[in-house]
Protein backbone atom coordinates (compact mmCIF):
# COMPACT_ATOMS: atom_id res chain seq x y z
CA UNK A 1 0.00 0.00 0.00
CA UNK A 2 1.58 3.71 -0.77
CA UNK A 3 0.96 5.95 1.54
CA UNK A 4 -0.62 9.41 1.27
CA UNK A 5 1.49 12.49 2.21
CA UNK A 6 -0.85 14.28 4.62
CA UNK A 7 -3.12 16.74 4.77
CA UNK A 8 -4.20 16.19 2.27
CA UNK A 9 -6.33 19.50 0.46
CA UNK A 10 -9.32 19.17 -2.02
CA UNK A 11 -12.14 21.39 -2.50
CA UNK A 12 -15.78 20.90 -0.78
CA UNK A 13 -17.07 19.81 -4.01
CA UNK A 14 -14.89 17.22 -4.35
CA UNK A 15 -15.94 15.30 -1.35
CA UNK A 16 -16.75 12.54 -2.95
CA UNK A 17 -13.90 12.00 -5.66
CA UNK A 18 -11.59 10.07 -5.71
CA UNK A 19 -8.42 11.72 -4.63
CA UNK A 20 -5.02 10.89 -6.39
CA UNK A 21 -2.10 12.11 -5.40
CA UNK A 22 0.07 12.87 -8.24
CA UNK A 23 2.01 15.38 -6.64
CA UNK A 24 2.76 16.23 -3.71
CA UNK A 25 2.85 20.06 -2.55
CA UNK A 26 2.48 23.29 -4.38
CA UNK A 27 5.04 23.80 -7.54
CA UNK A 28 4.98 27.39 -6.17
CA UNK A 29 3.79 27.63 -3.02
CA UNK A 30 4.93 31.21 -2.11
CA UNK A 31 1.52 32.61 -1.43
CA UNK A 32 1.95 34.65 1.78
CA UNK A 33 -1.70 33.76 3.30
CA UNK A 34 -1.58 30.38 2.47
CA UNK A 35 -0.76 27.70 5.72
CA UNK A 36 -0.51 25.17 3.34
CA UNK A 37 2.14 22.29 2.30
CA UNK A 38 4.43 24.19 4.43
CA UNK A 39 6.32 20.75 6.18
CA UNK A 40 9.45 19.90 4.92
CA UNK A 41 7.65 16.30 3.88
CA UNK A 42 5.65 18.34 1.76
CA UNK A 43 8.34 19.76 -0.89
CA UNK A 44 7.03 19.68 -4.08
CA UNK A 45 7.82 16.60 -6.27
CA UNK A 46 5.88 14.79 -9.13
CA UNK A 47 5.53 10.79 -8.17
CA UNK A 48 6.47 8.46 -9.96
CA UNK A 49 4.81 7.80 -13.06
CA UNK A 50 4.58 3.40 -11.59
CA UNK A 51 3.73 4.50 -8.17
CA UNK A 52 0.42 6.62 -9.32
CA UNK A 53 -0.04 3.73 -11.34
CA UNK A 54 -0.23 1.39 -8.62
CA UNK A 55 -2.56 4.02 -6.41
CA UNK A 56 -4.90 3.91 -9.45
CA UNK A 57 -4.61 0.05 -9.56
CA UNK A 58 -5.12 -0.64 -5.86
CA UNK A 59 -8.22 2.41 -5.88
CA UNK A 60 -9.89 0.55 -8.82
CA UNK A 61 -10.07 -2.55 -7.64
CA UNK A 62 -11.81 -1.74 -4.02
CA UNK A 63 -14.48 0.79 -5.88
CA UNK A 64 -15.46 1.64 -9.27
CA UNK A 65 -15.84 6.01 -9.03
CA UNK A 66 -16.69 7.60 -11.57
CA UNK A 67 -14.82 11.10 -10.19
CA UNK A 68 -11.21 11.70 -9.53
CA UNK A 69 -9.78 14.60 -8.40
CA UNK A 70 -5.83 14.89 -9.14
CA UNK A 71 -3.82 16.52 -6.38
CA UNK A 72 -1.98 17.63 -4.63
CA UNK A 73 -1.56 21.90 -5.93
CA UNK A 74 -1.09 22.51 -9.34
CA UNK A 75 -1.17 19.01 -10.39
CA UNK A 76 -1.65 20.79 -14.04
CA UNK A 77 2.61 21.61 -13.63
CA UNK A 78 2.88 17.47 -14.13
CA UNK A 79 4.61 17.71 -18.07
CA UNK A 80 2.31 17.07 -20.59
CA UNK A 81 3.42 13.61 -21.80
CA UNK A 82 3.38 12.21 -18.14
CA UNK A 83 0.14 13.82 -17.74
CA UNK A 84 -1.52 12.42 -20.91
CA UNK A 85 -0.39 9.30 -19.89
CA UNK A 86 -1.49 9.43 -16.14
CA UNK A 87 -4.90 9.96 -17.79
CA UNK A 88 -5.48 7.45 -20.29
CA UNK A 89 -4.39 4.96 -17.57
CA UNK A 90 -7.50 6.33 -15.32
CA UNK A 91 -9.79 5.93 -18.24
CA UNK A 92 -8.19 2.33 -18.98
CA UNK A 93 -8.58 1.12 -15.29
CA UNK A 94 -12.13 3.16 -14.73
CA UNK A 95 -14.61 2.51 -17.22
CA UNK A 96 -17.16 4.46 -15.41
CA UNK A 97 -15.03 7.74 -14.81
CA UNK A 98 -17.15 10.47 -15.65
CA UNK A 99 -14.69 13.64 -14.74
CA UNK A 100 -11.52 14.18 -13.47
CA UNK A 101 -10.67 17.71 -12.20
CA UNK A 102 -7.83 19.40 -10.28
CA UNK A 103 -6.40 22.60 -9.09
CA UNK A 104 -4.72 24.88 -11.44
CA UNK A 105 -1.89 27.52 -11.59
CA UNK A 106 -2.23 30.18 -13.84
CA UNK A 107 1.53 29.73 -15.56
CA UNK A 108 0.52 26.50 -15.71
CA UNK A 109 -2.06 27.13 -17.99
CA UNK A 110 -0.27 29.44 -20.02
CA UNK A 111 2.38 27.37 -20.45
CA UNK A 112 0.24 24.24 -21.90
CA UNK A 113 -1.52 26.07 -24.07
CA UNK A 114 -4.74 25.70 -26.09
CA UNK A 115 -3.46 22.72 -27.74
CA UNK A 116 -2.32 20.60 -24.82
CA UNK A 117 -5.13 21.38 -22.88
CA UNK A 118 -7.34 20.30 -25.66
CA UNK A 119 -5.86 16.69 -25.19
CA UNK A 120 -6.09 17.06 -21.46
CA UNK A 121 -10.20 17.39 -21.89
CA UNK A 122 -10.58 14.75 -24.34
CA UNK A 123 -8.99 12.49 -21.53
CA UNK A 124 -11.77 13.53 -19.61
CA UNK A 125 -10.75 17.33 -17.78
CA UNK A 126 -13.99 18.55 -16.93
CA UNK A 127 -12.72 21.52 -14.79
CA UNK A 128 -9.77 22.76 -13.25
CA UNK A 129 -9.70 25.39 -9.77
CA UNK A 130 -7.89 28.49 -9.59
CA UNK A 131 -7.16 30.73 -6.67
CA UNK A 132 -7.57 34.03 -8.31
CA UNK A 133 -7.79 35.42 -4.93
CA UNK A 134 -7.55 39.15 -5.90
CA UNK A 135 -8.07 40.73 -9.03
CA UNK A 136 -6.06 44.61 -7.66
CA UNK A 137 -2.25 44.30 -9.09
CA UNK A 138 -0.62 45.69 -5.50
CA UNK A 139 -2.59 42.40 -3.66
CA UNK A 140 -1.62 40.48 -6.54
CA UNK A 141 2.36 41.34 -5.71
CA UNK A 142 2.13 41.70 -2.01
CA UNK A 143 0.81 38.43 -1.74
CA UNK A 144 3.03 37.10 -4.33
CA UNK A 145 0.58 35.20 -6.25
CA UNK A 146 2.46 34.41 -9.66
CA UNK A 147 0.01 35.70 -11.50
CA UNK A 148 -0.98 38.80 -12.68
CA UNK A 149 -4.56 40.54 -14.01
CA UNK A 150 -3.96 40.11 -17.59
CA UNK A 151 -2.26 36.49 -17.37
CA UNK A 152 -4.96 35.18 -15.36
CA UNK A 153 -7.74 36.67 -18.02
CA UNK A 154 -5.43 35.09 -21.03
CA UNK A 155 -5.73 31.57 -19.07
CA UNK A 156 -8.97 31.43 -18.55
CA UNK A 157 -9.84 32.17 -22.52
CA UNK A 158 -8.09 29.10 -23.26
CA UNK A 159 -9.72 27.31 -20.84
CA UNK A 160 -12.77 28.42 -22.78
CA UNK A 161 -11.29 27.71 -26.02
CA UNK A 162 -10.03 24.03 -24.73
CA UNK A 163 -13.90 23.39 -23.26
CA UNK A 164 -12.77 23.24 -19.73
CA UNK A 165 -14.70 24.46 -17.00
CA UNK A 166 -13.27 26.77 -14.50
CA UNK A 167 -14.08 27.32 -10.71
CA UNK A 168 -12.39 30.12 -9.56
CA UNK A 169 -12.13 31.03 -5.96
CA UNK A 170 -11.45 34.71 -4.55
CA UNK A 171 -10.64 35.75 -1.09
CA UNK A 172 -12.39 38.50 1.08
CA UNK A 173 -10.35 40.00 3.23
CA UNK A 174 -6.62 39.11 1.24
CA UNK A 175 -6.53 43.37 0.67
CA UNK A 176 -5.95 44.04 4.12
CA UNK A 177 -7.62 47.30 5.99
CA UNK A 178 -5.70 49.69 3.43
CA UNK A 179 -6.72 48.15 0.04
CA UNK A 180 -9.87 46.25 0.93
CA UNK A 181 -12.40 48.21 -1.97
CA UNK A 182 -9.91 48.38 -4.49
CA UNK A 183 -9.51 44.61 -3.75
CA UNK A 184 -12.77 44.22 -3.91
CA UNK A 185 -13.68 46.12 -6.78
CA UNK A 186 -10.70 44.90 -9.29
CA UNK A 187 -11.83 41.00 -8.32
CA UNK A 188 -15.50 41.84 -9.53
CA UNK A 189 -14.13 43.44 -12.76
CA UNK A 190 -11.58 40.27 -12.86
CA UNK A 191 -14.31 37.65 -12.59
CA UNK A 192 -16.45 39.85 -14.92
CA UNK A 193 -13.28 39.67 -17.74
CA UNK A 194 -12.47 35.54 -16.69
CA UNK A 195 -16.74 34.86 -16.94
CA UNK A 196 -15.67 31.42 -15.07
CA UNK A 197 -18.56 28.91 -14.75
CA UNK A 198 -18.14 28.77 -11.01
CA UNK A 199 -16.99 31.47 -8.33
CA UNK A 200 -15.98 30.17 -4.53
CA UNK A 201 -15.59 33.52 -2.16
CA UNK A 202 -13.77 32.61 1.10
CA UNK A 203 -13.05 34.84 3.95
CA UNK A 204 -9.15 35.22 4.69
CA UNK A 205 -8.15 33.03 8.37
CA UNK A 206 -4.87 34.29 9.23
CA UNK A 207 -2.84 30.85 10.28
CA UNK A 208 0.37 30.49 11.60
CA UNK A 209 2.79 29.15 9.11
CA UNK A 210 1.19 31.94 6.98
CA UNK A 211 4.12 34.25 5.89
CA UNK A 212 0.73 36.92 5.97
CA UNK A 213 0.70 35.69 9.40
CA UNK A 214 3.48 37.14 10.65
CA UNK A 215 2.98 40.05 8.85
CA UNK A 216 0.01 40.06 11.43
CA UNK A 217 1.58 40.18 14.39
CA UNK A 218 4.38 42.80 12.95
CA UNK A 219 1.00 45.09 12.19
CA UNK A 220 1.70 45.24 8.37
CA UNK A 221 -1.17 43.69 7.38
CA UNK A 222 -4.39 44.20 9.53
CA UNK A 223 -7.30 42.01 8.71
CA UNK A 224 -10.66 43.74 7.52
CA UNK A 225 -13.54 43.05 10.57
CA UNK A 226 -16.71 40.72 9.56
CA UNK A 227 -18.67 43.80 8.44
CA UNK A 228 -16.13 45.13 6.03
CA UNK A 229 -15.12 41.40 5.01
CA UNK A 230 -19.21 41.50 3.88
CA UNK A 231 -18.56 45.05 2.36
CA UNK A 232 -16.02 43.48 0.07
CA UNK A 233 -18.72 40.81 -0.77
CA UNK A 234 -20.81 43.55 -2.01
CA UNK A 235 -18.62 45.56 -4.10
CA UNK A 236 -17.29 42.32 -5.88
CA UNK A 237 -21.12 41.03 -6.39
CA UNK A 238 -21.42 44.47 -7.66
CA UNK A 239 -18.99 44.24 -10.35
CA UNK A 240 -19.51 40.99 -11.84
CA UNK A 241 -20.96 39.75 -14.20
CA UNK A 242 -21.25 36.35 -15.33
CA UNK A 243 -22.52 35.12 -18.70
CA UNK A 244 -24.15 32.04 -16.91
CA UNK A 245 -22.68 31.15 -13.77
CA UNK A 246 -22.86 29.67 -9.89
CA UNK A 247 -21.65 32.37 -7.20
CA UNK A 248 -21.08 30.57 -4.09
CA UNK A 249 -19.99 32.11 -0.74
CA UNK A 250 -21.16 29.31 1.53
CA UNK A 251 -17.62 28.35 2.46
CA UNK A 252 -17.71 27.56 6.27
CA UNK A 253 -14.73 30.07 6.28
CA UNK A 254 -17.73 33.21 5.17
CA UNK A 255 -19.50 34.85 7.76
CA UNK A 256 -22.36 35.25 5.51
CA UNK A 257 -23.09 32.37 3.29
CA UNK A 258 -24.55 32.87 -0.27
CA UNK A 259 -25.46 30.45 -3.21
CA UNK A 260 -26.72 31.99 -6.23
CA UNK A 261 -27.48 31.46 -9.62
CA UNK A 262 -25.85 34.90 -12.15
CA UNK A 263 -27.20 36.95 -13.86
CA UNK A 264 -30.58 36.16 -12.55
CA UNK A 265 -30.16 36.28 -8.53
CA UNK A 266 -27.81 39.00 -8.67
CA UNK A 267 -30.23 41.91 -7.38
CA UNK A 268 -31.51 38.96 -5.11
CA UNK A 269 -28.15 38.70 -3.43
CA UNK A 270 -27.17 41.72 -3.83
CA UNK A 271 -30.41 43.29 -1.69
CA UNK A 272 -29.68 40.31 0.93
CA UNK A 273 -25.93 41.80 1.43
CA UNK A 274 -26.95 45.23 1.72
CA UNK A 275 -29.88 44.52 4.12
CA UNK A 276 -27.13 43.06 6.49
CA UNK A 277 -24.98 45.71 5.95
CA UNK A 278 -27.90 47.82 6.91
CA UNK A 279 -28.96 46.47 10.28
CA UNK A 280 -25.54 45.62 11.55
CA UNK A 281 -27.08 42.54 12.85
CA UNK A 282 -24.56 39.90 14.36
CA UNK A 283 -27.40 37.17 14.91
CA UNK A 284 -27.54 36.50 11.30
CA UNK A 285 -23.79 35.84 10.59
CA UNK A 286 -21.82 32.74 10.86
CA UNK A 287 -20.05 32.17 14.48
CA UNK A 288 -16.75 33.00 14.43
CA UNK A 289 -16.14 29.71 16.30
CA UNK A 290 -16.19 28.28 12.71
CA UNK A 291 -13.16 29.83 11.47
CA UNK A 292 -11.33 29.12 14.45
CA UNK A 293 -12.00 25.24 13.85
CA UNK A 294 -11.11 24.69 10.20
CA UNK A 295 -8.34 25.09 8.10
CA UNK A 296 -7.74 27.07 4.80
CA UNK A 297 -8.54 25.55 1.14
Known sequence: ?????????????EA???ILQATIGCSHNECTYCAMYREETQRFRIRPTDEIKAIIDEASEKDDFDRVFIADGNALSIPQKRLVEIM???????PHLERISMYANIGDILRKGVENLKALRELGLQMVYIGFESGDEVVLQRIKKGANYEQTVRACKMLKEAGIKNSAMVLLGVGGVDRSLEHAEATGKLLTDTDPEYVGALSLQIR?????????LEGTFQLPDKFQMIKELEI?????????GFFFANHISNYLPIKAKFPEDKEMVLEEIRKVLRNRDESVLRPEYYRDVINQY
Open 16 to 18: KSF
Open 88 to 94: EYLNKKC
Open 208 to 216: AGAPIYQES
Open 236 to 244: IVENTNLTD
Open 1 to 13: MIEYSMPLFRPPS
